[in-house]
């Protein structure tokens, strides 16, 4: 428990203090498209939602029914519609991060055993992940501070070409 909540501490501090690979104006890009990827998911819009995701996208188990413990699984665009309703309630607490597009922030939610935070890459933030320190990214992070099971999902959007799209998931004790 105690080495969860060093590792989310450590993430935020990384968040907080490190060198974006974001611009300003790549900033508003991205935050725009999350909140359309948002709007997508509380709609549950697939075929919206689509658009937001790489295909395929790695790291979701579970999603056809099948467990995959292999995260280096891809699941297809026709996965994700085959099985959207699956899908749409693995994701759907994204929908409740608070974007500010005026600051260019997104807004910690905390519900119980439960707190999301997002937040932009950083150069140290990708090396300690095993990423390129320049390849830009925009995340999601699920805490769960349950006492039985504590864990978390962090959730990597890629940006290139002024594209976010979700590219995948990544699940930990």
Known sequence: MKKLILMLLLLISVFSFSKENFTENEKIIALKQFVEFQKALKNKDINTLKNYIDNPVYGFNYIDGKSYTDYEVPVSHEEIVKYKTKFL????????????????????????????????????????????????????FYYYDDPEFPGYNRYVFKFENNKLKLHALYVGP
Do not use: C, H, Q, R
């Open 89 to 140: 309630n693995e994701i759907k607490e994204m929908a409740l991060l608070k974007v500010d597009l005026n600051s260019n922030t997104v807004k910690k939610y905390k519900n119980g055993d439960l707190e999301i935070t997002a937040g932009f890459s950083t150069t140290e933030n990708n090396e300690g992940w095993g990423l390129d320190p320049d390849e830009k990214t925009f995340e999601v």
